[in-house]
């Protein structure tokens, strides 16, 4: 999938620095109980693009958001890091849903996963994100009943989230 130009993410200094100071910990630095304050994204790495660009228009918005992209740096026990990212600082996890991320064995057991959570806490853990139109007979059983938001464009997508998870317990004002 290709960024367009007007909407490629520049990383300047103080976006860095946002960026630093909102993007999770790893669980394992942080002690026993962490509050569940943040937005988990799980995606395929075809879709690392769009990965990116949301963590940066969500951390610009405010929110913490745990992207392995700018999380995991190397030497992590990754697995783990993320299981114990997703069961304890996650309060949604946002699913990039595409033709790439169906069959993948790692989006797959992330998304497994929020669906477990989600059914465990009865809420609306999993938001998936349909990047490409994928058909709901395309998908896995278990996410037929859920409600997509369309991310074929973006910025439209992305407004749409932010309207969904501005009812939240953890809005933009409320984490940073």
Not at 68 to 88: H, N, Q, S, V, Y
């Amino acid at each position: 999938m290709e960024i367009p130009n007007d909407t490629r993410p520049t990383v300047m200094a103080s976006t860095q620095t946002q960026i630093e100071s909102h993007v999770s910990q790893a669980p394992s630095e942080l002690g026993a109980e962490p509050e569940r304050d943040h937005v988990f994204i799980s995606y395929a790495w075809e879709d690392g693009a769009l990965a990116e660009w949301l963590t940066l228009k969500l951390t610009a918005e405010g929110y913490r958001v745990w992207c392995d992209r700018f999380k995991m740096l190397g030497g992590e026990r990754w697995p783990e890091d993320i299981d114990l990212a997703i069961k304890t600082r996650t309060f949604r996890m946002l699913h990039l849903l595409s033709r790439h991320s169906l069959h993948k064995e790692n989006p797959s057991k992330e998304r497994q996963l929020a669906l477990s959570i989600s059914k465990k806490r009865s809420e609306d853990f999993l938001i998936p994100l349909d990047l490409d139109g994928t058909r709901p007979t395309d998908m896995p059983w278990q996410l037929t009943d859920i409600t997509y938001i369309p991310f074929q464009n973006w910025a439209t997508g992305l407004g749409q989230l932010l309207k969904k998870t501005s009812r939240d317990k953890y809005t933009a004002s409320d984490s940073s």
